[in-house]
């Protein structure tokens, strides 16, 4: 059996149609869900980027042990264990943070292919993009971003990236764009291994760096949802911070409509690797797994982007969808499930004993029946930063070291108030107690 995992950055649960969106376009993605198994209780447990990916390579929880920082030379590795068991390995990304001197993450994958170009990447260090940078970008009023990620610096180098397609004022091309390299890079190496006669045992990972901002969906993407009488600018790095002062009730609903179509242009550069594998025959042996590594702020708790180190299920919660060829057809598992989860759930799919290593465990008896409960609770947080749990009825965040504005413990009850507004710990101190000891003993539990 061959693996595929899509794995796409800052996609909101959200923001999918099988999610139940009903604006967003996202047919290649809903089909996969309508052919595979969606979780709608998985967690990513360690954030942001880096951590989440740590996770989904080791398959062990990052929370408690590791922030943004390189792989251990000792850890266990997916790729690395399938590579040792005869699968031809490839790892296709625009994920610039991954490729980063000493980060190690394309560490076990016979293949790498690099598509640069996204964000702050260093690539193009010339080129005058200025009335473009007027075009794209607003200064905030205090001058305060919290982000260096998010600052008209890096809107600079991002539109001076853009200049080898021509699209240094706005791309010409849908293809040109960095998402759609990293579907047609991933397809040249599935067409080299068909040529070469192997279709079988093949591990490919796919990593798009979008919807994450710069958000930047090419025409007639940038366009599809947006009010053509609407006056407001294309803000494609908006500030990180607090929303009040910032965008106004329509400029918001301008950015949301604007990252829309930075959605289903994603979806589209999905379906070219889905078509592709479908046409070739592929799909009938192949495990998938689509996974995003976490949400963002678009004016929930009064925030733009990921401006805090607070999990809140906006933040937290995030699409997971498992197609084996063979169960799981349409099916909604109640589990709740972790990134720990993904590299056990391969490596049972394909008969591999697990590394003694390993703390996720696998999903695919959830595949297979929607009503087995693999996981009671999830967690989630920021590496000494912020710790919570949920566990369908309730929702508990403690905070750790510098939090910006969190000390105090919070807890909302979900059944009442899915959107985590209203701390109700002072009317239940009992289960935040109880909560607290069982986060505790997890943590305590899985720590490296």
């Not at 998402?179 to 397809?187: N, S």
């Not at 400029?251 to 979806?267: I, Q, S, Y």
């Not at 042996?285 to 990921?306: A, C, N, P, Q, R």
Request: aromatic letters at 10%.
């Amino acid at each position: 059996m061959n693996v595929l995992t899509i794995i796409t950055d800052t996609m909101r649960i959200d923001d999918l149609g099988c999610f139940g969106n009903e604006m967003v376009k996202t047919p290649h993605l809903d089909r996969l869900a309508a052919e595979g198994a969606r979780f709608g209780r998985y967690y990513t447990e360690g954030l942001p980027t880096v951590p989440a990916r740590r996770a989904y390579d080791t398959g062990r929880f990052t929370l408690p042990s590791y922030g943004w920082q390189p792989l251990e030379p000792d850890e266990v590795l997916l790729q690395e264990v399938l590579w040792e068991r005869g699968y031809l390995t490839a790892f296709v990304s625009d994920v610039y943070h991954l490729f980063k001197p000493h980060m190690g993450f394309g560490r076990g994958f016979g293949h790498v292919h690099a598509v640069r170009g996204r964000e702050l990447d260093p690539w193009i260090d010339a080129g005058d993009v200025s009335d473009a940078v007027e075009k794209h970008y607003r200064e905030p009023d205090d001058g305060e971003t919290l982000s260096k990620w998010y600052t008209r610096e890096t809107l600079t180098q991002y539109l001076r990236n853009r200049i080898p397609f021509g699209a240094a004022d706005g791309w010409k091309h849908e293809d040109d764009h960095f998402a759609a390299q990293v579907a047609r890079a991933a397809v040249a190496w599935l067409e080299q291994c068909v040529r070469a006669g192997r279709k079988d045992k093949l591990y490919l990972c796919v990593d798009i760096f979008a919807p994450h901002a710069p958000i930047d969906p090419p025409p007639p993407y940038d366009r599809m949802y947006t009010d053509p009488d609407s006056t407001s600018k294309d803000i494609i790095i908006p500030r990180v911070g607090p929303i009040e002062g910032y965008f106004s009730a329509e400029e918001l609903d301008h950015l949301r409509r604007h990252r829309a179509g930075f959605v289903t242009f994603v979806d589209r550069c999905v379906g070219v690797l889905l078509d592709w594998m479908g046409d070739h025959g592929m799909l009938e042996d192949t495990l998938i797994v689509y996974v995003s590594d976490h949400g963002d702020f678009f004016g929930e708790h009064g925030l733009l982007m990921k401006c805090r180190p607070w999990p809140y299920d906006i933040l937290s919660h995030a699409p997971l969808i498992i197609r084996h060829p063979e169960c799981g057809h349409g099916t909604e598992p109640r589990t709740f499930a972790q990134s720990t989860d993904l590299m056990p759930t391969v490596l049972d799919a394909l008969g591999i004993p697990l590394p003694e290593s390993v703390q996720g465990v696998s999903l695919l008896p959830a595949v297979a029946d929607e009503e087995e409960m693999l996981r009671e609770f999830a967690v989630a947080g920021f590496h000494k930063r912020s710790e919570s749990i949920r566990d369908g009825e309730w929702s508990y965040y403690r905070w750790l070291g510098k939090n910006d504005e969190k000390t105090d413990p919070e807890l909302f009850h979900l059944a009442e108030d899915p959107a985590e507004m209203k701390d109700v710990i002072a009317d239940h101190r009992e289960v935040a107690a109880r909560l607290d000891q069982r986060l505790s003993a997890f943590m305590d539990g899985v720590r490296s």
